[in-house]
């Protein structure tokens, strides 16, 4: 089981930049995707970026062009990097560790672990 710790959450004004750290107690390479998620006041959680244990991204579309994800795997550290942040951009960002695994005997494992999540605030 994996304890993942968010940093880097602050109160910026539009236009502005952060840099979010998550910290995992494991070795992140023993997780297919490590990635981070958001959730705002009224909406759902939606996925923001992961990246898996080859280096491979994805990004929701709403913050192409403008967030970045990357990895320090000598220091079990994921990184999200905010580029011209807005207003919609508020909500609370949380790591996210993913590991899946399918035997030969037909067992599939399938399972997520999520920090505490770190307040980003957007003024405009």
């Known amino acids: 089981q994996v304890e993942l710790v968010e940093s880097g959450g602050d109160l910026v004004q539009a236009g502005g930049s952060l840099r979010l750290s998550c910290t995992a107690s494991?070795?992140?390479?023993?997780?297919?995707?490590m990635g981070w998620y958001r959730q705002a006041p009224g909406k759902q959680r939606e996925m923001v970026a992961h990246?898996?244990?080859?280096?491979?991204?994805k990004y929701a579309d709403f913050v192409k062009g403008r967030f970045t994800i990357s990895r320090d795997d000598a220091k079990n550290m994921v990184f999200l990097h905010m580029n011209s942040l807005n207003p919609e951009d508020t909500a609370v960002y949380y790591c996210?560790?993913?590991?899946?695994?399918?035997?030969?005997?037909?067992?599939?494992?399938?399972?997520?672990?999520w920090g505490q999540g770190t307040q980003v605030t957007v003024s405009s």
């Open positions: 494991q070795d992140i390479l023993d997780y297919n995707y």
């Open positions: 990246i898996d244990s080859n280096g491979r991204t």
């Open positions: 996210n560790a993913r590991f899946m695994y399918s035997s030969s005997g037909g067992a599939e494992y399938d399972e997520t672990y």
